[in-house]
T-cell receptor, first 113, second 112 residues
Framework: NAGVTQTPKFQVLKTGQSMTLQCAQD?????MSWYRQDPGMGLRLIHY???????DQGEVPNGYNVSRSTTEDFPLRLLSAAPSQTSVYFC????????????FGSGTRLTVV | SQKIEQNSEALNIQEGKTATLTCNYTNYSPAYLQWYRQDPGRGPVFLLL?????KEKRKERLKVTFDTTLKQSLFHITASQPADSATYLC???????????FGKGTKLSVKP
């Protein structure tokens, strides 16, 4: 099925640990992005990419790294996890950053203890 | 910077009635405005996109309007059903690079 696949679905980390959230899409979308969703805060943009080899920061990039070596994959790396990074993370892809609808993954629920 | 306000956190209506959700923005009018549905524990699902030169757009029981003078979009669900119960998000270009920013959403509950 065409869409955006995120792994893992759930993760518990200890403070200071690092991990990578995986995101893959099979729709040949150039634009991909990572959001975090917190109660009362809505969806906030972490990082985005307009194509392979090109990434840029969003609204809340601190503590996160991304890379885009292929069109299909856009992993999000937490460098040194902090309790403030406890959240639900969504990856999304689209033909364009604002003129076409986004396809979202099912999310990763991350808890940092 | 652009801000989005969805002015109802929750909306409760009776089955069969029309649900109307509001999305207001504060600064420049975006070229595109989008609406999404999000169910608990799931990612948002794209519903409709409306362009600034379109006053209204329809898809089955859904209708979206876009008023650039009022800086407002209205999202209507006619003949609402309990299965329409979900959180609905408004989104528009508002980041520094024209990325999508999202409202906090309105949680719609349709009672049988």
């Amino acid at each position: 099925n065409a869409g955006v696949t995120q792994t893992p679905k759930f993760q518990v980390l200890k403070t200071g640990q690092s991990m990578t959230l995986q995101c893959a899409q099979d729709m040949n979308h150039e634009y991909m992005s990572w959001y975090r969703q917190d109660p009362g805060m809505g969806l906030r943009l972490i990082h985005y990419s307009v194509g392979a080899g090109i990434t840029d920061q969003g609204e809340v990039p601190n503590g996160y790294n991304v890379s885009r070596s292929t069109t299909e994959d856009f992993p999000l790396r937490l460098l040194s996890a902090a309790p403030s990074q406890t959240s639900v993370y969504f990856c999304a892809s689209s033909y364009h950053r604002s003129s076409s609808g986004y396809t979202f993954g099912s999310g990763t629920r991350l808890t940092v203890v | 910077s652009q801000k989005i306000e969805q002015n109802s956190e929750a909306l409760n209506i009776q089955e069969g009635k029309t649900a109307t959700l509001t999305c207001n923005y504060t600064n420049y009018s975006p070229a595109y405005l989008q609406w999404y549905r999000q169910d608990p524990g799931r990612g948002p699902v794209f519903l409709l996109l409306i362009r600034e030169n379109e006053k209204e757009k329809r898809k089955e029981r859904l209708k979206v309007t876009f008023d650039t003078t009022l800086k407002q979009s209205l999202f209507h669900i006619t003949a609402s059903q309990p299965a329409d119960s979900a959180t609905y998000l408004c989104a528009l270009e508002g980041g520094s690079q024209g990325n999508l920013i999202f409202g906090k959403g309105t949680k719609l509950s349709v009672k049988p």
